[in-house]
């Protein structure tokens, strides 16, 4: 009978194993970089001692009950009684643990996502299958990656004019959805500087998989150096291949879908492209940001992440050459 | 009581059974099957209808394993896995889970409360067809490429005609509101069946608990599945006449949608649970060879969770951004619903305690349920803790969790029911020894399948995605999920054959292989058309273990109980009994068998198609089929049928 319980204890180990070995490398919920997620892991360690203790009790009750008549012919008799062992059982330690989960609850939702003063101020609108990003009071626009400086309290707006997504970077905290004609505003704070996988976790259609960002908590300094940067519009490209590459954006479809603050190209469809040479990914973290992925995202981006919304561009190769330029010094 | 205690179970031996026979038996062959009206090959159908969506269903799960076993696989594209993973989310649900335990129900309800027939046998028939024909209307969109891929819950605007253009959606609209009706007809068919025609003597007390969950679940299905109907009713509405009710680009309220799919959504959880849990509670008791523990706590439970069941569908919703302190109750209400599983669990404990029990292949199956649903119910408690719901919800932890549930303690349970039950339906049994090695295959494929996605969500994994990078330390998590995926196929395989082989093969059962209390235990295996010659009188919980010999009834000549005899199964009759103490009361006349049921759901089948197709024409056939089938019903009584 032993054997019954083997493959649970031995994935109980291989629980603490694995979240231990391979929080380095994941978006782990149990290595906080937040004060929610801080907050959430701790309700979550609470609730793993008590489960484990629950599960090896009652798993326990199970198998002896299970072998305890053996060689009998009726069982053996037990002077518990019956109601009296559901009732302490079934009921009263139940009933226990439930009030200390239930005071968890209260305890840790009352602390979470309240108002403070002076936040930093983000929107964010849930596209297929990307992120627009804004910064109402620097007033500047940018695609999935979120800049945030860490200590300071964030708010983040969310919307969609599309479908339902979910906004979900869990080192920093739980979701909160992004709904048609519904504003939902996330608040919570960065404690420790890092590049934070986030991720869409609201089934949104084809893309659903491939529709994530990134959320960068670096510190206040820094964070208000990247601020100034995007508030100031694009200059003139500073190579004769760059200004080559912005004549062809400006005569290619590109600058319908996309802006580029300072030029002409005011196109809202596509991410606003005026920081794309500084950011770490495209298509919404699908690729790495490489001369090569651009190039393969521009002349047919639906081999990358199929049925997004960006048709292929057609360019002769001086000419996308000289767009992979302009896009790269676009910093 | 008029009846008397005389006539024993041998007085069965004097009534012409061949008489009987002619009177009960369906016609053969075509005219037969689409005719008869008998709960047990109705039963029967169900599972076996059931089952087949089951392994089509677990087929593409194992597609879906097979894509996401290593990153950045081509196995599928994410338009083919959108349409898998919706698939198999609805046909699990609705096509296998919520049909099966009807099923079971169908089969056994009767037979345990030692009646000739279900209350409204026509309904009966009519439900199946129904479910039949919602599953190929369903499966049709698959057959033709047009499947829905709106994930099985059809989130709105997803779903709406602006993002899901096509056909697909549709056939999904439209097929929960047409399955729909096969399970609302059915639970006012076992909530009657229950109240009014139990045997003489069975008192509301010494109900089994197989039939209490039953009702429990029929009372959640009455008041649960409008819900959805109208859900998804909504949502066609608004596909296919263009109305704005959960169109928010048009004013409509996207949130709306959402109560609607989970107040009937977690009731539906119990809905398929209870029932399970039902079994269980037979199989442990017969096995362990003594009564359950504590059984009016246990019945008390599974009222009590009918009704908590409709008070915790908002956990479902703790990421939409509603108000803390509204959805704070929700999260109590969660937590509260604990307790009456926590006191079925503490029973089953209880009676295997003090029992001795014998690890029969149903007895494997149910502590395997204990174990499995053990931790799929803490992890249940735990998502009602919202904070920590907002983290894991939508991530592979409620992967895990809500196969833990509905899979293992659903699923499990069934398992064991077939290697229970199945001797009674057929007269053979299933081989033990493949019994136990299906079982292995089972509970370890589960865990390697399942386990691993707990931890998955807490590695960040979001849900419903078709593909996912390597480098974020998911790779082999997911290789050992698929692996065990294939190894719990394995089981389940094992078991079809088995089954396969018993239906011809078998060893021969006789009336009652595992020893048992109830009364399905005391007739025939298989039973008679009639069940029950003569109709047992009880005076126990457990008549088959304190009752020795099984007395029967007899009329009286009054009444009654002019029913209760060889006489009222002569006369295609079964009696009626008093709600609470079953007193004989009359006699209810059966309906013989009729092709009613399978023209009016064809009837509603083809205005489905109507609708489906925006064919007025074919609405409208559909439409008048439905009307005269309904009023030829209305028309015929069961008297004149007699």
Known sequence: MRGRRAPLALAVVLLTTFVACSTKRSPSIVDPKGSEAHTIAGVWWLMFGLATAVYVIVGGFIIVAAVRGRGTKEGRPSRVRDNTFVWVGGIIVPAVILVVLGAATVHASNSLRKPETNPLR??????????????????????????????????????????????????????????????????????????????????????????????????????????????????????????????????????????????????????????????LTLGANTVPNTEGYLSGWIVNSQTIKPGNLMPPIPLSSNDLQALVAYLRSLK | M???????????????????????????????????????????????????????????????????????NHVVGPETYNQLMTIHGTTMIFLFNTPVLAGFGNYILPLQ???????????????????????????????????????????????????????????????????????????VNFIVTTFKMRAPGMTINRVPIFVWSILSMAFMVLFAVPAVTLAAGLLELDRLFGTAFVNPHLGGSVLLYQHLFWFWGHPEVYILFVPATGMISMIIPVMARRPLAAYLWVATALIAVAFISFGVWVHHMFATGMPVQAMS??????????????????????????????????????????????????????????????????????????????????????????????????????????????????????NLAFFGMHILGFLGMPRRIATYPSGLGWDDLNMISTIGGFIFAVGTGVTLINWFHARWWGKPAGNDPWDGDSLEWSTTSPPPEYNFASIPVVASRHPLWDQRPLPTASSTGDEATKSLGPEGAEHHETPETTGLDARPQGTLDLPHPTYLPFLLACGIAVFFVGLLIKAILVGVIGAAALVIALTWWAWRTEVDLA
């Open chain 2, 113 to 187: 409360l030692g009646t000739r027939d279900m209350a409204f046998p026509r309904l009966n028939a009519f439900s199946y067809w129904i479910f039949v024909l919602s599953g190929i209307f369903f499966f049709a969109s698959f057959l033709i490429g047009k499947a829905p891929d709106g994930g099985w819950f059809g989130y709105v605007p997803l779903t709406d005609k602006a993002f899901s253009p096509g056909i697909n959606l549709d056939f999904w609209g439209l097929a929960i509101v047409f399955v729909g009706i096969s399970t609302t007809v059915g639970a």
């Open chain 1, 122 to 279: 983000i929107e964010v609108v849930g596209k297929r299958w990307w992120w627009a990003v804004s910064y109402p009071d620097q007033k500047f626009d940018t695609a999935n990656e979120v800049h945030i400086p860490v200590g300071r309290p964030i708010e983040i707006g969310l919307d969609s004019d599309n479908v339902i997504h979910s906004f979900w970077v869990p080192q920093l905290g739980g979701k909160v959805d992004l709904i048609p004609g519904q504003h939902n505003v996330w608040r919570f704070k960065a404690t420790k500087e890092g590049t934070f996988r986030g991720e869409c976790a609201e089934y949104c259609g084809l893309e659903h998989a491939k529709m994530n960002f990134l959320v960068v908590a670096q510190s206040a300094a820094s964070f208000d150096t990247w601020a100034l940067r995007h508030q100031q519009p694009q200059s003139e490209p500073a190579s004769q291949l760059a200004a080559n590459g912005q004549v062809v954006f400006m005569r290619a479809p590109c600058a319908g879908c996309h802006t580029i603050r300072g030029t002409t190209a005011h196109g809202t469809i596509g991410p606003d492209l005026t920081d794309i040479g500084s950011r």
């Open chain 2, 329 to 446: 109750f929700f999260s109590a209400v969660s937590l509260i619903i604990v307790l009456p599983s926590g006191v079925q669990f503490f029973a089953w404990i209880a009676t295997m305690w003090k029992g001795r029990v014998r690890f029969t292949t149903p007895m494997l199956f149910g502590i395997g349920f204990l174990l499995i649903f053990l931790l799929g119910g803490i992890t249940g408690a735990m998502l009602a803790v919202m904070p920590f719901d907002w983290q894991v919800t939508d991530s592979y932890f409620v992967v895990a969790h809500f196969h833990y549930v509905l899979n293992g303690a659903v699923v499990f349970p069934i398992f064991g029911a077939i290697y229970f039950w199945y001797p009674k339906m057929s007269g053979r049994r299933l081989s033990e020894r493949w019994g136990h090695i299906s079982f292995w295959l089972m509970f370890v494929g589960f």
């Open chain 2, 2 to 72: 008029a009846v008397t205690d005389v006539p024993s179970q041998e007085t069965h031996g004097e009534v012409d059974a061949e008489e009987l026979e002619e009177i009960w038996a369906d016609a053969p062959g075509v005219p037969g099957f689409f005719s008869t009206i008998d709960h047990k090959r109705i039963g029967m159908r169900y599972i076996y209808t059931a089952f087949f969506f089951f392994f089509v269903s677990g087929l593409m799960a194992l597609v879906m394993r097979s894509q996401l076993a290593a990153p950045n």
